[in-house]
């Protein structure tokens, strides 16, 4: 066969694999067209949040939403710090890391009861987390506010811990019980054959084989307590309890609200939970699918 006849379209359309042939023809234009659309909504509103963040008040007022910042500056952060960031900052951390490890150290042991325990009463203590799920926080506010106020925690911290970590509670335990279910029961058999207790199963076989799922749950309670906003605004009162979510308001007036210097304070408090996500995606994205994939 001569080259020329090669290099002719038939003979390198013949020559193509057929995997490759039909590529070409499924181009998923749909799916193209819809993920730039869903692009467009994901990034134009996070530019709007960051331009305008830069932007004096006047400027925000006659300029418009999506043109660049003629003279940038950044004054509103510098007003955001002055106002008490840092210590809505850190009093947002007391409480997400709080109830962080307040979750991971109890629904960690319950999963593991739940799932190796052979009683009733263990069993009806799963239907009562998994009945949690379906209460709002919104509906027992007020005998929380009560239990609060008696054991004289009300505006403090520890009031909004409490609550918090026990409405993250069922959601971990479910997920830590479905992940717990996966491990063969030969795992557990094996160990217990050679020797070891409850605690030695627990410590060398569970909390390794849980560590997708915890981190999981950690973020997700993390995130419940970083946004939580119902809890502060009932149980607390001062400005030195303050957190995130509520420092936000000192940027509405009677008479408006600063636009440009709220934004600044979203995009500082974003900030850490950016990088949070970006440390434990894989994590996340793991532990939510243990427990599932059968």
Known sequence: MSADVLTRPEARTRSESPKRRRGRRNVNVPGGVAAVIWLLIVVVPIYFIVVT??????????????DLPTSPTLTNYQHVIDLGFGTFLVNSLIVAAGTVVLVLVLALPT???IVRGQSRWVRMAFTLFLTGLAIPAQAVIIPIFLLITRLHLYDSLTAIILPTAAFSLPMAVLVLTSALRDVPGELYEAMTVDGAGQALIFRRLVLPLSRPA?????????????NGILF??????SSEQRVLPLGLWNFQSQYGTDVPGLLAAVVLSALPVLALY????RQLLSGLSAGFGK
Do not use: C, H, K, M
């Not at 915890?214 to 970083?226: D, E, P, T």
């Not at 502060?232 to 009162?237: A, F, K």
């Open 53 to 66: 963040s830069v932007r004096s008040q006047e400027a925000y007022v006659a300029d418009g939403p999506l």
């Open 111 to 113: 999963a593991y009861a």
């Open 214 to 226: 915890l981190a999981s749950i950690g973020i997700f309670s993390g995130l419940n307590a970083w």
């Open 232 to 237: 502060p605004l009932v149980l607390t009162q």
């Open 278 to 281: 970006l440390f434990g995606r």
